[in-house]
């Protein structure tokens, strides 16, 4: 789960990345809001002109809610996430689900006193619908502002247990992270990049690396 790293955010993200034949947009809209029995958070992601579609090829959504237990840094997460995709190959197309997952448990959070730098830990029970009755990811997420915020670096890395074939092998195990710099332009608008770290994610077999320029307007 990507962290907005103010204490109350709403923005929308354009990333310019390559895909397996050509480069293709995606756009994130995210939310972080604070309250006094703890957070939500949630973002929706479309991809555009990617998989040999043109317009919107694939989208995903996430939202989760943190409940604070009493003044501790820890806090009860419990969390939904799931999306769909279609794909042309010449005459052949097709379309495809990201498969519904709910999950809850317990994280942890670690901020400095002025909030420029924090990160979360997450330790959660996770059911993939169609898939796993019980799995587990763990997650870490952080921030960090420099240079009076005008530098920003944030992201998040889940690691999970799920099930996939590749032709003749099978891996159970997926690694997926998207760390990004931002350059503070003001207030409203950054620009940076994102790199997408993913092993066995995607439906690749093993590492791949996916790096994307990236424009974001913050409400």
Same mark, same amino acid.
């Given at each position: 789960? @990507?962290?907005?790293?103010?204490?109350? %955010?709403?923005?929308?993200?354009?990333?310019?990345?390559?895909?397996?034949?050509?480069?293709?947009?995606?756009?994130?809209?995210?939310?972080?809001? *604070?309250? $006094? @029995?703890?957070?939500?958070?949630?973002?929706?992601?479309?991809?555009?002109?990617?998989?040999?579609?043109?317009?919107?090829?694939?989208?995903? &959504?996430?939202?989760?809610?943190?409940?604070?237990?009493? $003044?501790? *840094?820890?806090?009860?997460?419990?969390?939904? /996430?799931?999306?769909?995709?279609?794909?042309?190959?010449?005459?052949? =197309?097709?379309?495809?689900?990201?498969?519904?997952?709910?999950?809850?448990?317990?994280?942890?959070?670690?901020?400095?006193?002025?909030?420029? $730098?924090?990160?979360?830990?997450? %330790?959660?029970?996770?059911?993939?619908?169609?898939?796993?009755?019980?799995?587990?990811?763990?997650?870490?997420?952080?921030?960090?502002?420099?240079? /009076?915020?005008?530098?920003?670096?944030?992201?998040?890395?889940?690691?999970?247990?799920?099930? /996939?074939?590749?032709?003749? =092998?099978?891996? =159970?195990?997926?690694?997926?992270?998207? *760390?990004?710099?931002?350059?503070?332009?003001? $207030?409203?608008?950054?620009?940076?990049?994102?790199?997408?770290?993913?092993? /066995?994610?995607?439906?690749?077999?093993? &590492?791949?690396?996916? *790096? =994307?320029?990236?424009?974001?307007?913050?409400?």
């Amino acid at each position: 789960m @990507l962290v907005i790293s103010t204490l109350e %955010a709403q923005n929308i993200q354009l990333l310019y990345g390559k895909g397996k034949d050509k480069g293709f947009l995606t756009s994130t809209v995210e939310m972080f809001k *604070p309250d $006094k @029995l703890g957070n939500t958070f949630f973002f929706i992601d479309f991809a555009y002109g990617n998989e040999g579609v043109e317009g919107v090829s694939s989208s995903y &959504w996430e939202i989760a809610r943190a409940f604070t237990l009493g $003044k501790s *840094p820890f806090a009860f997460h419990a969390e939904y /996430n799931g999306g769909i995709g279609r794909w042309i190959d010449g005459t052949f =197309s097709g379309s495809y689900t990201i498969n519904s997952a709910w999950l809850t448990g317990l994280e942890y959070s670690l901020n400095n006193k002025n909030f420029t $730098k924090g990160i979360t830990f997450q %330790a959660l029970y996770k059911y993939i619908q169609g898939k796993h009755d019980a799995s587990f990811q763990l997650t870490a997420v952080w921030f960090w502002h420099a240079f /009076n915020n005008k530098l920003s670096f944030t992201g998040f890395t889940d690691f999970w247990r799920e099930d /996939n074939t590749f032709g003749q =092998s099978k891996t =159970s195990y997926i690694l997926m992270g998207q *760390p990004q710099l931002w350059y503070n332009l003001n $207030k409203h608008f950054s620009a940076g990049t994102e790199v997408q770290v993913g092993c /066995n994610f995607g439906g690749t077999e093993g &590492w791949d690396v996916t *790096p =994307s320029a990236a424009l974001k307007y913050t409400f």
